[in-house]
Nanobody
Framework: QVQLVESGGGLVQAGGSLRLSCAAS????????MGWFRQAPGKEREFVAA?????????YYADSVKGRFTISRDNAKNTVYLQMNSLNAEDTAAYYC????????????????????WGQGTQVTVSS
């Protein structure tokens, strides 16, 4: 069982930056692929970014955030991060981190139904 706790959300002006953190419990964090998803009111949950297990050699991004967001992981701290730059109003949503125990890659990591554990979410609001 893995418990995930997100933090770092808040209110930011358009063009600003935020860094989200997701702290995981358990000794096997490094073996999990990790992802970030977001959900705006009235919309479906959408993929944002993902990072493969262990060294996190491979990362994946939604087209809408590519070049602005960076996902990274620190296995010593059992934490995955999402650095978000050049934020705009369309980035306003609840952001969720998720863990996938099979350590997948590629398109497998873009599908929310492939993840085994989810955090409670953190709200990001971008004012224009």
């Amino acid at each position: 069982q893995v418990q995930l706790v997100e933090s770092g959300g808040g209110l930011v002006q358009a063009g600003g930056s935020l860094r989200l953190s997701c702290a995981a419990s358990g000794r096997t964090f490094s073996s999990y692929a990790m992802g970030w998803f977001r959900q705006a009111p009235g919309k479906e949950r959408e993929f944002v970014a993902a990072i493969t297990s262990w060294s996190g050699f491979n990362t994946y991004y939604a087209d809408s955030v590519k070049g602005r967001f960076t996902i990274s992981r620190d296995n010593a701290k059992n934490t995955v991060y999402l650095q978000m730059n050049s934020l705009n109003a369309e980035d306003t949503a609840a952001y969720y981190c998720a863990a996938q125990q099979t350590g997948g890659a590629g398109s497998y990591l873009r599908a929310h139904n492939k993840y085994d554990y989810w955090g409670q979410g953190t709200q990001v609001t971008v004012s224009s």
